[in-house]
């Protein structure tokens, strides 16, 4: 039985997010992500600044005068939302944790999808596949992914993006859009992002937390790994390590960012203590641009 504190949360989700997909992000889903192809529509009587190249020369022979064949984009497609749930997801620092803002930004796709009539799926992973629901459309349909995101706990302690990626793979047998939400703490991914894209139309989304991208000046500090336990004691107070700190934080944002320009796979940084809405927008407006 669901609790009212989640229903409150889910409720709230849906409130804040719905009103960004009516106001911002709705139309900018449909343009950013067009639909299979176009299926022929009707025909109808030739207009001034018509396209002549669509001109049906059968209906006009028949009929003695100019008519044009209309067609319309498929427009249904499928997003398939997945999702890393591993335990380093629940740290923040700040106003939220990272699978908070995942969970958000998800919704915003969610009902963006089902605003253009598409379908949407979930899958939940940590070092193993958590959840799945399989893509359905409607607003009840999108609750339950709520729902599932807010409530979900992993069983797995760590994380492996390249299972996800192959279960997805697996379990899709035509293209559909990918939306891949993590905060990449993972290695040995780099072929099957690949493979999926190829596959696939698919966006990473790169979730950081500010705290984890700098050390802060605090002395002795026992640390803790989310993911594999190890507990280690770091001096703080040393700005040698914490300069090597922010020199492997950097080099591994850069590693991840090139990875995506090298393979060709769309990617939006988010942080736990800015607004996603811009980066979001940018996305979007990338999309338009190379399409």
């Keep these: 039985m669901i609790s009212k504190e989640i229903l409150k949360k889910v409720r709230k989700l849906e409130i804040q997010t719905k009103g ?11 343009s950013a992500f067009k639909g299979r192809g176009m299926e022929f529509s009707e025909v109808r009587a030739y207009s001034y600044g018509d396209d002549v190249r669509q001109i049906d020369w059968n209906v006009t022979a028949r009929n003695g005068e ?38 958000e930004i998800s919704a915003v796709l969610a009902f963006s999808a089902i605003k253009n009539g598409d379908k949407v799926g979930l899958v939940l992973f940590s070092d193993r596949i958590e959840k799945v629901i399989p893509p359905k459309k409607g607003r009840t349909h999108v609750l339950r992914l709520i729902r599932e995101l807010l409530t ?33 703490e993972d290695s040995s991914f780099n072929k099957q992002l690949k493979i999926t894209n190829r596959k696939h139309d698919l966006v990473n989304i ?3 937390d500010e705290h984890e991208e700098y050390l802060p000046e605090m002395g002795l500090i026992p640390f803790s790994d989310p993911e594999t336990g190890e507990e280690i004691i770091i001096d703080t107070s040393s700005k040698k ?7 492997r934080r950097l080099k591994r944002k850069s590693e991840l960012k090139n990875l995506f320009l090298r393979s060709k ?22 999309r338009l641009q190379r399409y």
Aim: aromatic share 10%; net charge positive; with cysteine.
């Design 20 to 30: 960004l997909v009516n106001n911002i992000f709705g139309g900018e889903y449909q």
């Design 66 to 103: 100019p008519y044009i064949k209309v067609f319309e984009e498929e427009r249904e497609q499928i997003l398939m939302l997945c999702v890393d749930i591993s335990p380093s997801g629940f740290f923040g620092s700040l106003s939220q944790t990272k699978m908070e803002l995942a969970t």
């Design 152 to 184: 979900t706990r992993p069983e797995g302690r760590q994380t492996n993006i390249a299972e996800a990626l192959s279960y997805v793979n697996r379990l899709l047998n035509r293209k559909a859009i990918i939306v891949l939400a993590s905060d990449f």
């Design 206 to 208: 790169v979730i950081q």
């Design 241 to 247: 390590v914490r300069k090597a700190y922010r020199a």
């Design 265 to 286: 796979i769309d990617s939006i940084e988010v942080m736990t203590n800015r607004s996603y809405i811009r980066p979001l927008i940018n996305f979007f407006h990338r």
